[in-house]
């Protein structure tokens, strides 16, 4: 699992002096990153007045053939829909980005165990999960919570869309970053749904 080294180079290092200042903001740090890389299920919010809410509303996000799709509610791994997001936050390590975005990862599958980045795909809008290769060109964050730590928030926007895949209930997970109704990346006509990403703590092993 590549994301070990990740976690190491993303704790802050402590150099020259002040010392004192220094290596109590790094214990604040630390509990901030200890804060951020608590696990997380992904659970839908939509208006109660859409048409949709009985498909969607407080379903739960899971990942299959490298996108991410709203399964039933409630549900744990294994899944049948897919790899049920088990999802956290921590830097993206790429020294070309300034500031340093905050990405969001999640295990995808459980054996052998994988992590992978959560972005959005530039060329169609779509919120994908793959490794730093299939990531690295499109939009891989910021992603961040709200004040209260609850709604998932990616470029400043709590907004995501459900579009449905025509005749099916599969509702798939896009990320209208122009707030032009995905214009251009998915044909008119097919049934899409604003909806809010809530973090569902995990129960911590014991
Ligand atoms: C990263 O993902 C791509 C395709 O998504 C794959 O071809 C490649 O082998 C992966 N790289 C590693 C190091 O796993």
Redesign the pocket.
Known sequence: M?IGLMILTSIPTITGVGQAYSAQKTQEERQKDEARMKKFHIDVLCDLNSPYVRDIHENRIVLKD?RVWVGPKGAVNPCSQGYVAEAFYIEYPDNERNPVPLGLVSQTRADPPLLNWIYVDKSTMEVKY??K??SIEHHVGPWDWSDDERVIIFDDAAQFTAVQHPGTWRWQLYQDMKEDGLAGYVPKGRRKVQINLIRTLMPTAT
């Open positions: 590549v490298d793959g490794n290769t299939a």
